[in-house]
Structure formats: structure tokens, C-alpha cells
């Protein structure tokens, strides 16, 4: 036991029905630091921070918490000890305000018992201040961006004032300057004494923010060092037990005839006269800061949005998508961008989350599901895509986020698509299992799929696409197809529309 260390975590040990998830691991993070947890999806990071954050306390082994000794205790004592997280997987009260959200179950009381709205406001207004957003305190979470809410959930973390927080993947939908931002405020923190434990799959996020970085993998303690002493490849190999080296899998595939022609596209909100090409073959980027409209083109394409004009045509044949069903009816997939609230259904079994797009394949005659014909369709993808899980009976909500996403990429796949939209595919997720998406989408490229990938990952969308759309504030601002000679800054001045100070200067 030492005063150096806020947290000491000693022979952790987690399991749960069927799985291993934690072997015996290690952890000390020091007082005011910045501690990165690095390993693939299914390394074990998000359970020992569970551990910590008193969600699944730990099966065997020993906690110590600010010098002292901690046996089980739930989230709101960690809470109340000083612990507090930002998970992974945003779940905020859509239907109540922001400072609903934040104050939930210690809101200021008047000295009759009820709610001090009043003071409840000014409360929210400093912290929001604090993380400079100026969003309205009254303003409905359901009305916000992703980032937004992400930004929400990083303001309730600092208004507990805690000795510890826990940061599980919190810039996966934020923008460059919001996570500029957030780092303001982490380094503000760390100088208060406070510490950190971030996890993050950014590797230059790692390396510009944290102190420490310990590593995982498959459930096991591999090893810890200080950021400056650890090379990249390095870290990568302690991750993985092997070098990663095709990050980007892009092959040269045949491009073939137009599949999908979007005219004029155009939502009475978000985005007016959209208009693009997709061809058998190809891999057809769409990038943009957050805000920007790309998610809104796709949903509206696929009916979850309604259109106010433009056309969509597939094969050259204008077709009519008023709901999700038409466009799945027409050959479309959709993986959206937020598994957790739009994908997975957390409580069920792998079977049924993968099966669900093509229960009608799998009835018999008298109109009742071949369970076992279905069984063995999701055990050949959960082969094909590499799903780590003991059954497809394991619950969804059991599997990394990795492997998660890998489900929904196989629901998608069991419909037969030509079409495949994908929303951020690899956001939360490891090195080694972006690589391996990226190689499935190469390889469904291959095949002579049209896809649609959109990314906030500037390297990603560079280096799998074809061609890339890029939009600023609801309009395409360039379609540019000079892939090997693109860089991130020209893509950038597209994204900010101001390709004319860009190439003036260039």
C-alpha cells in the first residue's frame, strides 16, 4: 500500500456464465495522473473499469482505494468515495433536460423537500461553463448531436468533483476542437491532483494526453510503462502478441457499373441537393466534421428520415423508400453509428441480435421459425467474421464492443446486400479488429458490393476509399477522387469549406 497511488488493483479476477473476462490483472494509477488502458475489444478494460466503478465487483482479488482496503460496494457509494465514469456507451434520459441529467438523484432541494429548479439551473450553467458549452441548461437531451451528449456525460463526470474518473472511449463522436477541449479540461484536472484513467483506441490521443499506459490482453496484465519510454510498434505488439501491419487492407478491386445515383437529395433540416454516385466495386467515402450532415443523407436514403426532394435511383431505376423496409427490400444495409441506442439489443442472445433483418428465411411452412436452420446460418457467420464469443446464446450485452459490432456487420451480411452504408464501422473499437473490418469490407468490395463508409477518422476515410464526398453544414462541398495524392489538410479545407485560403497557400 502506498501514498504515491489513488488506485491499487492486486490478482483481479472476473468471471461471468461462460466467460474469463479478467485473469488475475494489475493496476496502479498515481495521484494527478493521466492513465491510458490499452488492449483489443475483449481485453478486459471495460470490466476491471466496472470493477472499479462498483457496476461488477470483482469475482476475487484485492482493491485498494486512497490507502484503503475496499470490499464490495455499489456506484453510488463509489460515487460518494470519489469515483466516477464515463462509459463507452452514452445511455442518457433522452426525454429530460440537461440538468435533469446531470443532477439526477442529488438535485438541490428547497427547504420544503422540492426541487430548487432555480438553483438546479445556475448549477448547470458553471459546470457547462467549466467545459465551455453553451447549451441552454433547460434544453432537452433528445434534441442534442451525439457529440453533444457525450460533452454532457464529460460535465457530469467533473461535477462530482472526484478524486478518480474514468474516461471509457470519450472522443469516439467528438470533433478536433471538442476533443482539444476535453484535454483542456483533463489537464486542468490532472493539475488539481486528480487522476484519469482514459481508454481510448486513438493512438495519438494516447500519446498526446496520457502519463502512463498499461496493457491488456484477453483478459490478462501484460504490462505497464510511461507513455515517453513506449514506442508505438511496441505497444501494439504487447497488445495483440503479434505486429499489425496492413492498418488499411485497401486493395484495387473492379469497378464496375452504377449501382446506387442520388439526385438532389434534400431534408427540410439537415441537408440540401445532395448528389452522388456509387459503382459496383467501390468503397465511397463520406467525410465531414460532426454536424456536418453525412449520418442525415444516409438515414434519409434509407427511409428513417423523410425527404423533401431529389431522387434516389438504383441500377438507373428511380425507386420509392418511404420506411427501412423498402430500402431493405431494394438490396440496402445500414450499420448505424450508435450500436448501443440504434443496434444492438443488449438483453438478447447473438443468434437472435444477428438474425433478427431475416427471420422470414427462417420460417417453416406452418409459419414458425427453424431454429435450428437459423442456428446454423449465425454460427457460419459468427465463423466468417471472427466473433469471439462460447455460444450465440451469450447475451450481446456480454461481448466487447469489437465483437458486438461484429454481430451487427453479420445481421447486415445474412440480408445479401448490394448495397452496405456504413456509419462509423470501426468507432470503439482496437487496432486488430479495425483491420479486420477494414479487410471485410475490402473483401465485399471485391465481390462487387457498393459501399458507403462514413468516418470522423481522417486516415481511415483516406485510406479505404475510392472516391470521398465531403460535406460542410449540409452541402457537398467536393467530390474528390485523387485518392494516393489526397492529404488530411486538403480534405480538411474541404471539410471547413475553405478550399480557396487552402490552395491559394498551397
Same mark, same amino acid.
Given at each position: 500500500?502506498?501514498?504515491?497511488?489513488?488506485?491499487?488493483? +492486486?490478482?483481479?479476477?472476473?468471471?461471468?456464465?461462460?466467460?474469463?473476462?479478467?485473469?488475475?490483472?494489475?493496476?496502479?494509477?498515481?495521484?494527478?495522473?493521466?492513465?491510458?488502458?490499452?488492449?483489443?475489444?475483449?481485453?478486459?478494460?471495460?470490466?476491471?473499469?466496472?470493477?472499479?466503478?462498483?457496476?461488477?465487483?470483482?469475482?476475487?482479488?484485492?482493491?485498494?482505494?486512497?490507502?484503503?482496503?475496499?470490499?464490495?460496494?455499489?456506484?453510488?457509494?463509489?460515487?460518494?468515495?470519489?469515483?466516477?465514469?464515463?462509459?463507452?456507451?452514452?445511455?442518457?434520459?433522452?426525454?429530460?433536460?440537461?440538468?435533469?441529467?446531470?443532477?439526477?438523484?442529488?438535485?438541490?432541494?428547497?427547504?420544503?423537500?422540492?426541487?430548487?429548479?432555480?438553483?438546479?439551473?445556475?448549477?448547470?450553467?458553471?459546470?457547462?461553463?467549466?467545459?465551455?458549452?453553451?447549451?441552454?441548461?433547460?434544453?432537452?437531451?433528445?434534441?442534442?448531436?451525439?457529440?453533444?451528449?457525450?460533452?454532457?456525460?464529460?460535465? +457530469?463526470?467533473?461535477?462530482?468533483?472526484?478524486?478518480?474518473?474514468?474516461?471509457?472511449?470519450?472522443?469516439?463522436?467528438?470533433?478536433?476542437?471538442?476533443?482539444?477541449?476535453?484535454?483542456?479540461?483533463?489537464?486542468?484536472? +490532472?493539475?488539481?491532483?486528480?487522476?484519469?484513467?482514459?481508454?481510448?483506441?486513438?493512438?495519438?490521443?494516447?500519446?498526446?494526453?496520457?502519463?502512463?499506459?498499461?496493457?491488456? %490482453?484477453?483478459?490478462?496484465?501484460?504490462?505497464?510503462?510511461?507513455?515517453?519510454?513506449?514506442?508505438?510498434?511496441?505497444?501494439?505488439?504487447?497488445?495483440?502478441?503479434?505486429?499489425?501491419?496492413?492498418?488499411?487492407?485497401?486493395?484495387?478491386?473492379?469497378?464496375?457499373?452504377?449501382?446506387?445515383?442520388?439526385?438532389?437529395?434534400?431534408?427540410?433540416?439537415?441537408?440540401?441537393?445532395?448528389?452522388?454516385?456509387?459503382?459496383?466495386?467501390?468503397?465511397?467515402?463520406?467525410?465531414?466534421?460532426?454536424?456536418?450532415?453525412?449520418?442525415?443523407?444516409?438515414?434519409?436514403?434509407?427511409?428513417?428520415?423523410?425527404?423533401?426532394?431529389?431522387?434516389?435511383?438504383?441500377?438507373? =431505376?428511380?425507386?420509392?423508400? =418511404?420506411?427501412?423496409?423498402?430500402?431493405?427490400?431494394?438490396?440496402?444495409?445500414?450499420?448505424?453509428?450508435?450500436?448501443?441506442?440504434?443496434?444492438?439489443?443488449?438483453?438478447?442472445?447473438?443468434?437472435?441480435?444477428?438474425?433478427?433483418?431475416?427471420?422470414?428465411?427462417?420460417?417453416? =411452412?406452418?409459419?414458425?421459425?427453424?431454429?435450428?436452420?437459423?442456428?446454423?446460418?449465425?454460427?457460419?457467420?459468427? =465463423?466468417?467474421?471472427?466473433?469471439?464469443?462460447?455460444?450465440?446464446?451469450?447475451?450481446?450485452?456480454?461481448?466487447?464492443?469489437?465483437?458486438?459490432?461484429?454481430?451487427?456487420?453479420?445481421?447486415?451480411?445474412?440480408?445479401?446486400?448490394?448495397?452496405?452504408?456504413?456509419?462509423?464501422?470501426? %468507432?470503439?473499437?482496437?487496432?486488430?479488429?479495425?483491420?479486420?473490418?477494414?479487410?471485410?469490407?475490402?473483401?465485399?468490395?471485391?465481390?462487387?458490393?457498393?459501399?458507403?463508409?462514413?468516418?470522423?477518422?481522417?486516415?481511415?476515410?483516406?485510406?479505404?476509399?475510392?472516391?470521398?464526398?465531403?460535406?460542410?453544414?449540409? +452541402?457537398?462541398?467536393?467530390?474528390?477522387?485523387?485518392?494516393?495524392?489526397?492529404?488530411?489538410?486538403?480534405?480538411?479545407?474541404?471539410?471547413?469549406?475553405?478550399?480557396?485560403?487552402?490552395?491559394?497557400?498551397?
Amino acid at each position: 500500500m502506498s501514498d504515491e497511488y489513488i488506485l491499487e488493483m +492486486k490478482h483481479i479476477v472476473k468471471t461471468f456464465p461462460g466467460v474469463h473476462a479478467l485473469r488475475g490483472v494489475e493496476l496502479k494509477v498515481r495521484k494527478g495522473e493521466i492513465h491510458a488502458l490499452m488492449g483489443e475489444n475483449g481485453a478486459g478494460k471495460s470490466t476491471l473499469m466496472k470493477c472499479i466503478a462498483g457496476i461488477h465487483p470483482p469475482t476475487s482479488g484485492e482493491l485498494i482505494f486512497d490507502g484503503k482496503v475496499m470490499g464490495h460496494y455499489t456506484t453510488a457509494e463509489a460515487l460518494k468515495m470519489g469515483i466516477s465514469m464515463i462509459h463507452q456507451e452514452l445511455n442518457p434520459i433522452l426525454y429530460r433536460s440537461i440538468m435533469e441529467n446531470i443532477w439526477l438523484g442529488r438535485e438541490p432541494l428547497t427547504p420544503l423537500g422540492l426541487v430548487d429548479h432555480k438553483k438546479m439551473y445556475e448549477m448547470t450553467k458553471g459546470v457547462l461553463k467549466e467545459i465551455e458549452l453553451v447549451e441552454d441548461p433547460a434544453t432537452e437531451v433528445s434534441t442534442l448531436t451525439v457529440a453533444k451528449i457525450q460533452m454532457i456525460e464529460i460535465a +457530469k463526470a467533473v461535477s462530482y468533483n472526484s478524486k478518480l474518473i474514468i474516461m471509457d472511449e470519450p472522443t469516439s463522436a467528438l470533433t478536433d476542437r471538442e476533443v482539444k477541449q476535453l484535454f483542456i479540461i483533463m489537464r486542468r484536472l +490532472k493539475s488539481q491532483g486528480k487522476s484519469i484513467i482514459y481508454i481510448s483506441h486513438k493512438l495519438d490521443e494516447i500519446y498526446e494526453i496520457t502519463d502512463q499506459i498499461t496493457v491488456y %490482453r484477453d483478459g490478462t496484465y501484460i504490462g505497464s510503462e510511461k507513455t515517453a519510454n513506449l514506442k508505438v510498434d511496441k505497444m501494439i505488439n504487447m497488445m495483440v502478441g503479434r505486429d499489425v501491419n496492413e492498418m488499411f487492407p485497401k486493395v484495387t478491386c473492379p469497378i464496375g457499373e452504377v449501382k446506387l445515383e442520388v439526385k438532389n437529395l434534400s431534408h427540410a433540416k439537415f441537408f440540401k441537393d445532395v448528389s452522388f454516385t456509387v459503382r459496383r466495386g467501390e468503397i465511397f467515402g463520406i467525410a465531414g466534421l460532426v454536424g456536418a450532415g453525412r449520418s442525415e443523407v444516409i438515414e434519409t436514403i434509407f427511409g428513417i428520415r423523410p425527404r423533401v426532394g431529389g431522387e434516389v435511383l438504383i441500377d438507373g =431505376k428511380p425507386v420509392a423508400i =418511404k420506411t427501412p423496409r423498402d430500402a431493405i427490400r431494394y438490396g440496402i444495409a445500414f450499420l448505424t453509428e450508435d450500436r448501443r441506442s440504434s443496434g444492438i439489443f443488449p438483453m438478447l442472445p447473438i443468434r437472435l441480435n444477428m438474425a433478427i433483418a431475416t427471420f422470414p428465411k427462417f420460417l417453416n =411452412k406452418v409459419g414458425l421459425i427453424n431454429h435450428a436452420r437459423m442456428n446454423e446460418a449465425v454460427e457460419d457467420y459468427v =465463423k466468417k467474421v471472427q466473433i469471439k464469443t462460447p455460444s450465440i446464446m451469450q447475451q450481446i450485452q456480454n461481448l466487447s464492443g469489437g465483437n458486438q459490432q461484429k454481430v451487427l456487420v453479420a445481421r447486415w451480411l445474412m440480408t445479401e446486400p448490394e448495397i452496405l452504408f456504413l456509419d462509423e464501422p470501426t %468507432r470503439g473499437i482496437d487496432v486488430l479488429t479495425k483491420s479486420e473490418i477494414h479487410r471485410l469490407v475490402t473483401t465485399l468490395a471485391g465481390e462487387g458490393k457498393s459501399i458507403v463508409m462514413i468516418s470522423s477518422e481522417l486516415p481511415e476515410v483516406m485510406g479505404m476509399s475510392d472516391r470521398i464526398m465531403v460535406m460542410h453544414q449540409g +452541402k457537398v462541398t467536393g467530390i474528390l477522387d485523387n485518392r494516393k495524392d489526397l492529404t488530411q489538410e486538403e480534405l480538411m479545407a474541404y471539410a471547413t469549406n475553405t478550399m480557396d485560403e487552402y490552395f491559394k497557400a498551397n
